[in-house]
C-alpha cells in the first residue's frame, strides 16, 4: 500500500522552529519529486516546497524562502521540512505529496498523486 504519513507538528511561538516528517511505505521516496503543501483555513492549497528525484534540487515559496529548508533522507525514506522563524501566518495545516510521474509545475496540488494525512502547525504571535 502507498502511504505517505506526516509527523511534528504541533504549537510554537513566532520566531520558534518545527522539523516536519513524511514517512513514505509502498514506495521509495527519492524516485519521485516530493511537495511539502499548506492549508490554512478558508484558503486554497499552497506550495511551500518541493525536492526533485533527480539531482535533490529543490524549489522554495517566496513566502518561506530563507526560513526552510527541505531535506531527503533515503535510508529511512523520509523527506522533512525544518521550518525555522515560523511567523503566525504559517498556520495551516502541512501536507506532504508525491508526484508519482507527468507531474507539471511543482507547486500545482494536481501535479501530486500520493497525499499524506496532514499535520497541523500553528504559531502564537
Known amino acids: 500500500q502507498v502511504q505517505l504519513v506526516e509527523s511534528g507538528g504541533g504549537l510554537v511561538q513566532a520566531g520558534g522552529s518545527l522539523r516536519l516528517s513524511c514517512e513514505a511505505s509502498?514506495?521509495?521516496?527519492?524516485?519521485?519529486?516530493i511537495g511539502w503543501f499548506r492549508q490554512a483555513p478558508g484558503k486554497e492549497h499552497e506550495g511551500v516546497s518541493c525536492?526533485?528525484?533527480?539531482?535533490?534540487?529543490?524549489e522554495y515559496a517566496d513566502s518561506v524562502k530563507g526560513r526552510f529548508t527541505i531535506s531527503r533522507d533515503n535510508a529511512r525514506n523520509t523527506v522533512y521540512l525544518q521550518m525555522n522563524r515560523l511567523k503566525p501566518e504559517d498556520t495551516a495545516v502541512y501536507y506532504c505529496?508525491?508526484?508519482?510521474?507527468?507531474?507539471?509545475?511543482?507547486?500545482?496540488?494536481?501535479?501530486?498523486?500520493?497525499w499524506g494525512q496532514g499535520t497541523q502547525v500553528t504559531v502564537s504571535s
Open positions: 505529496a508525491a508526484d508519482l510521474g507527468y507531474g507539471s509545475n511543482w507547486y500545482v496540488k494536481e501535479s501530486y498523486h500520493v
Open positions: 509502498g514506495f521509495s521516496l527519492d524516485y519521485y519529486r
Open positions: 525536492i526533485l528525484s533527480s539531482d535533490g534540487s529543490t
